[in-house]
């Protein structure tokens, strides 16, 4: 069983958090972790650069001079990629970098990491957390009293609260996502996960997003 701590928003301990660790993942699989990661920083490459090739580059296709009879090393166009302004021999194109796991892959991969967490002790238990109207300084204040206004953190509550976002999006190091929008890359970017009682009931009681 693992046992966490509850504490309110005083950073308080008010009770005790137990459940079994099978509910989330039978284990880590360092992997599996590992791939899902590499696939979603994949995902997030542009892929836009572009270099010109010798055949993108403005100038004549002549020769510069002559092939013999000038007592010169022989020298071909003014595009070619061994003189200066010439272009590039292996030109860069656009590309599409994304690509996609199994569904099932990912989603244990997220549970895998929620679980990591957990084992690692990097997991901060609120009772509740809501916020009354769009204030950075309140969840600001929140963290600070929590000791975690120096680390990354993904707070996870249990649905989308506009309040708990625009509070928080001038925060730096500081994610905000729904129960439901979880996924592996996030959990392991941030060092310490800050997540409410009910969004944890939700996570145990359903497949979280891959």
């Not at 001079?65 to 990629?81: D, L, N, V, Y």
């Not at 061994?82 to 199994?102: E, I, M, T």
């Amino acid at each position: 069983m693992i046992s966490v701590s509850i504490q309110d928003k005083s950073g308080q301990d008010v009770g005790t958090y137990e459940f079994d660790p099978n509910e989330l993942a039978p284990g880590v699989n360092r992997q599996l972790l590992h791939d899902v990661a590499v696939m979603y920083a994949s995902n997030r490459r542009v892929g836009t650069v572009r270099t010109k090739s010798r055949g993108q580059v403005a100038g004549s296709t002549k020769k510069i001079f002559r092939q013999k009879g000038t007592g010169r090393a022989r020298m071909g166009a003014i595009r070619t990629p061994v003189r200066r302004g010439g272009g590039h021999a292996f030109a860069k194109v656009p590309r599409d970098w994304s690509y996609r796991l199994p569904k099932k892959a990912v989603r244990l991969a997220t549970r895998m990491a929620l679980l990591s967490k957990f084992l690692d002790r990097e997991v901060t238990l609120l009772d509740d957390l809501v916020i009354g109207e769009p204030k950075t300084r309140v969840v600001a204040g929140i963290l600070n009293t929590l000791g975690l206004s120096n680390t990354s953190c993904l707070l996870t509550v249990e649905t989308h609260d506009q309040n708990l976002w625009r509070s928080s999006r001038n925060i730096p190091n500081l994610l905000v996502s729904p129960a439901s929008g979880l996924n592996a890359y996030d959990l392991l970017c941030q060092k310490q996960l800050v997540v409410t009682k009910s969004a944890l009931d939700r996570l145990r009681g359903q497949s979280v997003s891959g």
